[in-house]
């Protein structure tokens, strides 16, 4: 029987000049594939969580691409491109995924927060801000709009009735859809000042293919969920937030 985990993981307009070049290429064999690196960029600039991307920051940051399949082909390239990116400042951490594809293949559905039944795509940012490999925060979007949120625990083990407090916004245009996160540092746990690295891994699923991919590869025939993940570097000087939003 699939365990929680990996269901979960499983449900996870700009112009193409918006995105630079890849910052990696990797091999895409099960026994090859590295942990993949990405840095983060901070921020002053007034982040607009509209689903856009169109803000100057978005240009200025590293890409995370070259995603790899889960399933239906473990270890396999995804079969459509999927780009992500990471800005933060003293308040909260930022996310900008596009998902290239037909639009009129994108699929969607209106349900409730968290609900993960249906036919439709999601994206998904999951954050292990611990950095101990074993715990995580995840967030989630399908392309309309609909909240996927929850905790992972002992690296398999998965919450979903943990609700935080975060804005996401949704976009189809010509090139796919995109997801732009805003996540309160209030929201997660981390240790404050001199400079850190998160685990960090972006999740794609394409309803149509039944397909799963990820970032940094989660793969069926490795152990474990959050200590697979790839690392986010580059956070400086992160403020002691208060533990407390207000929705």
């Known amino acids: 029987?699939?365990?929680?985990?990996?269901?979960?993981?499983?449900?996870?307009g700009t112009a193409l000049s918006l995105w630079a070049p890849r910052s990696e290429v990797r091999a895409q064999t099960p026994d090859t594939l590295a942990r993949p690196t990405l840095q983060a960029t901070r921020t002053s600039a007034e982040i607009r969580v509209d689903g856009r991307l169109n803000e100057d920051a978005w240009q200025q940051a590293p890409v995370a691409s070259d995603f790899v399949q889960s399933r239906p082909n473990p270890g396999k390239p995804a079969s459509e491109r999927t780009e992500a990116r990471v800005l933060y400042d003293d308040r909260a951490v930022y996310v900008?995924?596009?998902?290239?594809?037909?639009?009129?293949?994108?699929?969607?559905?209106?349900?409730?927060?968290?609900?993960?039944?249906?036919?439709?795509?999601?994206?998904?940012?999951?954050?292990?801000?611990?950095?101990?490999?074993?715990?995580?925060?995840?967030?989630?979007?399908?392309?309309?709009?609909?909240?996927?949120?929850?905790?992972?625990?002992?690296?398999?083990g998965d919450d979903l009735g943990w609700n935080a407090v975060?804005?996401?916004?949704?976009?189809?245009?010509?090139?796919?859809?995109?997801?732009?996160?805003?996540?309160?540092?209030?929201?997660?746990?981390?240790?404050a000042g001199g400079e850190q690295s998160w685990g960090i891994t972006f999740l794609r699923d394409i309803a149509r293919r039944e397909e799963r991919s990820s970032w940094a590869p989660i793969l069926p025939t490795r152990p474990g969920f959050v200590s697979q993940f790839g690392t986010l570097t580059g956070l400086v000087g992160l403020p002691a937030p208060r533990r407390l939003e207000i929705s």
């Open 96 to 156: 900008a995924m596009r998902m290239y594809d037909r639009p009129d293949s994108v699929a969607a559905q209106l349900t409730r927060r968290d609900g993960v039944g249906g036919y439709s795509d999601w994206a998904q940012v999951v954050l292990d801000s611990y950095f101990d490999r074993r715990t995580s925060f995840s967030f989630g979007v399908n392309p309309r709009g609909v909240k996927l949120d929850g905790q992972q625990f002992n690296d398999t």
């Open 1 to 12: 029987m699939m365990s929680r985990t990996l269901l979960h993981a499983a449900l996870v």
């Open 166 to 191: 975060w804005d996401v916004a949704t976009q189809t245009d010509s090139l796919g859809w995109t997801a732009e996160f805003r996540i309160p540092l209030s929201q997660l746990r981390f240790r």
